[in-house]
């Protein structure tokens, strides 16, 4: 009669007659088993429940900045819950290193029944970048197509859904431009960075002139680099320009969000800066992350099918690599470097500035 | 009321209503949810269907080992199956990372609603255990008690089932005994062998004798190791003194499958070994990768708890810490080393023994 | 009196006094240390170790095409090597995980002490893409610009001595023109491989036609693609078209070393062609690993200096990621998936070809 | 004339001229060379190079901790040091997957040349053990044996030098003592802590005692190990039991920084414990690559000498294997989890003590 010890028994709590038994082969189906078709559904299974993790991850920060002031010790929790993330989606690419283990051969055996099922159609990856903050004017016009073209009907109207609420992109920017410390009563910090910007600048032209061994052509090719280097610079400098560059797509966040995320790079030492800096230089990372995974998945395709289509009747590879950088949603972070600055010729900060971004302890 | 496009849709082909749909969180239930359940859960279910995919793999190869001789394509096949699984088992240790961005402080939130369901009702593992060639009687008496005491009637019924059939190391050992490279007409390998054995291991008596820097207590260790290693020699080379060693379970293959393993292993250079030699190395290689994810499993516990109880009401770190050596299978071929000799000792084979482990082509 | 124990020492066998004794910053010279420099120079310095041995095991391959005809034992020689390599090249991937703990401000603190050393200097790495393959025509201008401009007289005396040797390309290229099985008397095996290509490519264009899910622009899109791949199989299967193609820079590989290729994937079941088909996909890995160094590499320049430039008074970043592609050298064997089919449609050999291709053993 | 362009030359910059100048194969001095003796030197240099750069950073943060009160800035720069050190350690790791591309017959041709020589006698590896705060009198006696036998008399004296300086260890012991917010004015932490802890164990004791799964044998070793654990626990708020035990050696901490520890472990979302939190973690994980690598390397040796002897005369596996756990520094940390409670059984702090630990803006 006693059929089980009492209590949670491991199988029922993780519902694995549901999840073990969600593995049906459709060359079986056909009568002709194809031994790799098993690791081909396991494989995108084992990414879907990992996409759903994430979005319970980026969920929960999402939340967290909207329902209140974010406090110091949501921060931390914050940015643990991102490099959570992180490690998800190195276990995401090394999903590719076994699913690279299927030989095109094998593959081509069971290609044409999964026709036209595809890849695209993962509802939950799109939410994702959604939820990231990719705008769906900022999708290739071929990724555009096909959420209308390729998705259900419901599933259309999940990715409404999503996109009607706010994003992580649009959070964070908000969470920038509330920061406080770029007000300071009598010390103009951008006019002591414009000075310590200008003299690199100059070393920099100097660093490319003197150069002997730069071919004429490469030199000059330099200088033109660094004359938008400089451009761009002023821009920072300038809200005016700053915003006509934004206009032409040249940057996402708005003025005052950039200035505080520069601000929070270069004095990333002072405690209060400490996790910050590590909270936008982990939203650099989930980019990078989810760029090396469309890569490699590129990469993937290329080696199953060469110049072949794909199951969805279109080259994976080809739409893969283009959305690789395509699709990143934080390249106002990512290009941030530009405008750091050596950390001597940083501006020194005044001493009550420094003091107010230190622990209360011992005051 | 075209609700999706035509023919197999993404979702459905990878019933993805199940998969997303068996994630409950007990402490949610209890009305205070506790955010990294989620993680646990689905860290465990992942866990599971690749346990899915290696018991799929290696139960393929133990197939094509029984149904008939085993082939030379078939070779390569093995081969790449069981590199598939090694690939899968480091995803499986890769895990433990994502696992462990979970602190103690925020699973001791759910840990007591979970008792007292526990790791070790993975039915799924323990069949692999079994069907790798784990035995019953070789398992620690704790882990042999948990098949009873801890597993409902069903699954231990699976247990049966699972240990009624033929494992990997069974028809590894039959296969080696077949194998018909050790009879050569009118050459005694084995009497060559041995020479090049007893030369070698005099000149490693010279090495501890002669070796200034050696302290006399560390000598005297070294020289009883020699001799020891001295009688495994002898063993391999007198079947009734390996078939007494093995009787004390020093030795888990017979004595014609370990001469062939042996063999394979000096000779792994001519062609038609390359690949036998590949796939015992392969075995040693799959014992190796869940010896490491049963220490880093341990660990991870260790992180969580420290000397506190697992949810199955005893020491998890301690518990997986012991299993990780003591339920090795491929025993035999780890220890194979020690019956290597270098490659300029090696008894030269008679042309005729290589000619036949060469091509036809052109013959 | 007695300084170290008796014969080899450690310290000495590894001549660390020379090795740990080649480490100084310029910083300090300047009298104003900078912590990371050191961190700088050893990583680097640990590439040029490697790039050794790299240089060293390929060059060991080469030799093995050169010296004689290759003999099936070397053949799994030289997987091993170029596996080794692999594993070297992953090493080299993963010090950019280290170089990137130094932060662009810290970095900047001695960047313009290192004017004009760049990291396009290095000679070994320059030798490693010639040995692989590399022609000097098929450089990017400005790479080519290089070798002249900034390296020493004497460095680029390396350069030709480098370019005056065969390439592991050219002696891979002249192993598969030698390869014999692909005359098999009586069978046509090329006619076969085209009907079943025919029969592919009409059923990718029934796929494409069919699909109701893709945008009318994609379908063309797709149509053209498909026209694009039929002119390349036709071009596999004629040579006079495939000179043509090969002459506009399509195609490195002579028209029977292709097909070689082509024979060797279709059919790397068989047991003479195992080996082979591994060396061929030990070739992709090893462009394909390069590709990823370069690219990760360029990620890292990107995020010390963003738009800036690099000490080499050059965008590091803009010249590795245009060379990270530029620079692959084993191409053919990358498109090589284009030209595979299922194995379901592979011409049958006849039983003689199959049996010529098996073990001696036992005839 | 003009040998090469002006100014810093890359190649003299890393003094590549003694870096690559520095392998000499003692198989080639006797003629006869093995083609794996180059891989040998050079893993073990890229092995001595990185160690120079652990002690490097390792020495830096001593020198912090030493010259004066520990700034909340330097913490920062101190645990980026130490994830830059966990990454080198990853990369020493990955190193061994390089060397295990040598077979052990290969290893076997040039084994006797490298006699008496030992990795035993890496200097710098000593010394990092010492750095990080590993004594003498810990070591396993052959480990210690060693020191004197086998190193030369110059090397003998550097190992006096590197235990005459304070260690890792030490510096953070004191820090830990110094730590100020033990002392709450009215407030005793301690004892409501000891409440949590008695309420936690007698939880734990009901679970062992209704878990109907359990075999009686594990109840009462469970039971057992409870009480253990409950001892353990009046040791920390028992200054003189702690004494006792820590006499024994179950703590190398003083009681007030385990006190310390502790609590910054429990309470480490606040903003002033975020980075000693990560700080003590880092040190965890700083041992636990160290273990690993000496496991892996026990592993490695195993695989190339099975219970054969080393080239030191001694087998290396065995001696490794028993360094891997004996040779852990920061034991006290990686057992600290034993101390940890549910979040929501923590103690309340008072306000003003919560208040002390966050960021002065805006007070």
Redesign the interface.
């Known amino acids: 009669m ?10 029922e ?4 007659d ?7 082969l ?1 060359s079986e189906k056909r009568g002709a088993p194809a ?1 790799d078709e ?2 081909f ?2 494989v ?3 990414y ?3 996409f ?2 994430i979005l ?1 991850e980026i969920g ?1 920060i999402i939340e967290m900045f909207n329902d209140h002031v974010v406090d ?2 949501q921060m ?2 914050m940015v ?1 819950r991102l ?2 993330v992180h ?2 989606q ?2 995401l690419n ?2 590719i ?2 699913l690279e ?1 299927m ?4 593959f ?2 069971f ?9 695209f ?4 990856f799109k939410e994702l970048e959604i939820a990231l903050g990719l705008k769906r004017d900022m999708r290739l016009p ?1 990724d555009r ?2 959420i209308y ?7 259309r109207g999940k990715m409404q859904v999503a996109e009607s609420k706010p994003s992580l992109l649009e959070v964070t920017e908000k969470w920038l431009e509330r920061l ?2 770029l007000d300071f009563e009598g010390f103009d910090f951008w006019d002591a960075y414009e000075k310590s910007v200008a003299l690199m600048l100059s ?2 032209r100097k ?2 002139e003197d ?5 004429e ?3 000059e ?2 200088l033109n ?2 004359e ?2 400089r451009t ?1 610079f002023s821009a920072i400098l300038d809200e005016k320009k700053f915003e006509e560059l934004r206009s032409n797509g040249e940057f996402r966040f708005s003025h005052s969000a950039m200035l505080a995320a520069i601000f929070i790079n ?1 004095y ?5 800066l ?2 910050p800096h590590r909270y936008l230089t982990c939203l650099v990372e989930v980019d ?1 992350l989810f760029t090396t995974w469309r890569s490699r998945h590129a ?1 993937m395709v ?8 794909g199951t ?4 994976g590879h080809d739409y893969l690599n283009r959305t690789a950088q395509k699709n990143r949603v934080f390249l106002d972070l ?11 010729d ?1 501006p020194t900060l005044p001493e009550n500035v420094i ?9």
């Open positions: 006693n059929k089980k010890p009492g209590g949670l028994y491991y199988g709590y993780l519902q694995l549901k999840v073990l038994g969600a593995q049906q459709e031994h098993m690791l559904i396991i995108h299974q084992a879907e429940i990992w759903k993790q319970y929960s110091d010790r931390g929790r643990a490099e959570r490690k998800i190195r276990l090394s999903q290193d076994v283990t030989t095109p051969l094998d081509l055996e290609r044409d029944l999964l026709i036209p099922a595809s890849g159609q993962s509802v939950q071929v197509e096909f073209s390729r998705l259900s009907e419901a599933d406080p410390f070393k920099d660093i490319i150069n002997p061994t730069l071919p052509v490469v030199r090719h330099q680099e660094l938008a280097t761009r270069l990333r030492d002072q405690p209060m400490q996790l990078e990469m290329h080696r199953m099918l060469g110049a072949k289509i969805g009747g279109s080259s990512f290009n941030l470097p530009t405008f750091l600055i050596p950390r001597s940083l003091d107010s971004m230190r622990f209360r302890f011992g005051v």
